[in-house]
């Protein structure tokens, strides 16, 4: 069991990115998805979530209408499209899943199962 996350990358200030998380060895179309985001130095923080079929969204204050949640259950992968992005935003983002669970959103990462390995952000001034 896999989750793969991918498409980080440097960007200047304002710039656009779109992450994606594949998971292999089963299909993630019945649980609720996750992503999260660690600065050095800094805790693993909440960024957002989607529930099992992209129904409902929950977004940190400090995303809320710049980053976008999505995802497709046919290709059992999840999306975080990043607009205006901003220094601050840099970090590792991870994906995770919340295994058994469709409706739940939950923004503590003890709430998640399996995680993926990480792919690095990083937003120039």
């Known amino acids: 069991v896999q989750l793969q996350a991918s498409g980080g990358g440097t960007v200047q200030t304002g710039g656009s990115l779109r992450l994606s998380c594949t998971a292999s060895?089963?299909?993630?179309?019945?649980?609720?998805m996750g992503w999260f985001r660690q600065a050095p130095g800094k805790e693993r923080e909440f960024v957002a979530a989607?529930?099992?079929?992209?129904?409902?969204?929950k977004y940190a204050d400090s995303v809320k209408g710049r980053f976008f949640i999505s995802r497709d259950n046919t290709k059992n992968t999840v999306f975080l499209q990043m607009n205006s992005l901003k220094p601050e935003d840099s970090a590792v983002y991870y994906c995770?899943?919340?295994?058994?669970?469709?409706?739940?959103?939950?923004?503590?990462?003890?709430?998640?199962?399996?995680w993926g390995q990480g792919t690095l952000v990083t937003v120039s001034s």
């Open positions: 995770a899943a919340d295994l058994g669970v469709r409706l739940r959103l939950t923004t503590s990462a003890s709430g998640y199962d399996y």
């Open positions: 060895g089963r299909t993630y179309s019945s649980d609720s």
């Open positions: 989607i529930n099992w079929n992209g129904g409902s969204t």
